[in-house]
């Protein structure tokens, strides 16, 4: 049986690009590509290496070791995600869901949320004024149509009822 030289090379190419994904210095080198894009909560640091091919376990081990190092940090992930999504006029509720759903501990959530200096009722002032315009709503539809926008940008019904206040 005659075997030509491109299947050679494939098998040579695709064994090395398997022991890739078995290598925790490759996870590794992955991880810290990915940190040094943005920050990531640990377990969803675990998850994108999993997507990428490595085995849970190496995923686990380089995270781990990585946030030992501080390399990879919750909490600080926690505090650019908050300040990036007051930014963006996210109230509270909004920002405690998301982070919830990246499966955060909720004791690093609520902690670094009180200790953000954050006047909630004037940042859902701002972003109704910027959706809405200065004027308060007089007439009860649009009284509510703006509660229910600000409701789905995350804000509590206190920051609600003093935002559309006659």
Not at 26 to 49: H, N, T
Not at 51 to 75: H, P
Not at 101 to 116: F, G, N, Q, R
Request: net charge positive; glycine share 4%.
């Amino acid at each position: 049986m005659k075997t030509s030289i491109n299947e050679l090379n494939a098998d040579i190419f695709q064994s090395q690009s398997q022991d890739k994904y078995l290598d925790p210095k490759s996870a590794r080198k992955k991880a810290m590509d990915f940190l040094a894009i943005r920050e990531y909560g640990q377990k969803e640091l675990i998850v994108k290496l999993q997507t990428k091919g490595f085995s849970r376990d190496i995923s686990l081990q380089v995270v781990e070791r990585l946030t030992k190092e501080g390399l990879q940090n919750d909490t600080r992930f926690v505090e650019n995600f908050c300040r990036s999504r007051v930014r963006q006029g996210k109230g509270p509720l909004k920002i405690i869901q998301e982070l919830e759903e990246k499966k955060l501990p909720s004791t690093i959530v609520y902690s670094v949320l009180d200790e953000m200096d954050v006047d909630w009722i004037q940042l859902a002032i701002e972003v109704r004024v910027k959706k809405f315009g200065l004027k308060p709503p007089h007439e009860f539809k649009e009284k509510a149509r703006q509660m229910r926008f600000l409701q789905s940008r995350g804000f509590e019904n206190q920051h609600i009822k003093k935002t559309v206040k006659d």
